[in-house]
């Protein structure tokens, strides 16, 4: 079986959750059999394939483009939507968003104006995806997303939650279409690899244990800034780990501005997935406090390794964690630090997230297997 999987244009050099459940679905895939290739083309030649599988509904003016590429060359389509909450995505925007795009996004106000807009400017950083942007202002946003959702042959959602969102949100009980769907939940990719050398000498040379670690990009989704708030004077050791988002420079540098205030606080900067696993293990408590997520990853892969997590409660994160995380409202400092206080307060693996995650299958083998069966009924059909 050969099979395209295809994301926004920008996927592998601006990495995200949609970049790594993409890769890691191309890894396993490929340990089956499956000749899965990659690509960020908006019309690429997929003749020698079976099947092309998308990835992402946020950047829709993109997977459109991909969608329309492949039914013209009469290829069954198969799409995970990644798909955040309108809702959440409005009620962050409207709360962080400062200065021109900030301005920008409270006049213009209609969900449609605002994605072109946003399009625009994503365009002009990458002017080979022009087309995408004049195809958006043709047709509109919402509708892209409606017309792509509606007319894939199968849907894999990476929950219920987020099925529903979708069925609520985009669509009303009179034009609900019969999805064909199945949702596979996303895994982690955790082996007994060594332990990084160089983290180990750094949390060694820091003398730092029991600490709370936070692992993603550092941009105001991920709400740095508001847990370096929330932790302040309580004591304890918060370590960062992830890339700058160039998009956000003030953000940055506000966050910069914190790390550096206090000796309690430590930023290592871009770091590989075996040293945030290694971290993970060093840590007593992961916090990942987004204004939303689909599955919140990071925490997953902190729980596995016995730590205890904080998570926020924005998006579909408890169909994951169930009863096995501390939740917290991104948008409140005390919720955030009380969260991480009774985290602290706790055993390490005390409310039993690891045997959670592994009694649910929650890998990325699994997630191919059940991807590829879902390949196979959608050839078939």
Known sequence: MRVLLQNRYDALIKNGGDTFQMLMTQKYLRTLGVEADVSTALTPDVEKYDLVHLFNTTRIHETYLQYINARDQDKKVVLSPIYHSALDIANYESKNLTGFHGSLIKYLKAVDRIQLAKTFFYTVKYPRAWASFI??????????????????????PNSIMEIDAIRNELFTNDDRPKFKFEVVYNGI?????????????????????DFVFCSGRIEPRKNQLKILAALAGTGFDVVFAGAMNKMHGAYCRKFLELVNSSPKFHYLGEVTHGEVMTLNKYSKTCVLASWFETTGLAGLEAGITGANVVVTEKGYTKEYYADKAWYCDPESESSIKNAVLAAQTAGRGEKGLKEHISALGLTWENAAKATYQIYLKTINK
Do not use: H, K, N
Not at 136 to 143: C, I
Not at 193 to 209: L, N, Q, Y
């Open 189 to 209: 990719d955790y082996s007994d690899a060594p332990d990084s050398e160089r983290i180990i000498s750094w949390v060694r040379d820091a003398r730092i244990t």
């Open 135 to 156: 195809t958006q202002a043709r047709l509109g946003y919402t509708f892209q997303q409606r017309a792509v959702l509606s007319s894939c042959d199968y849907l894999i």
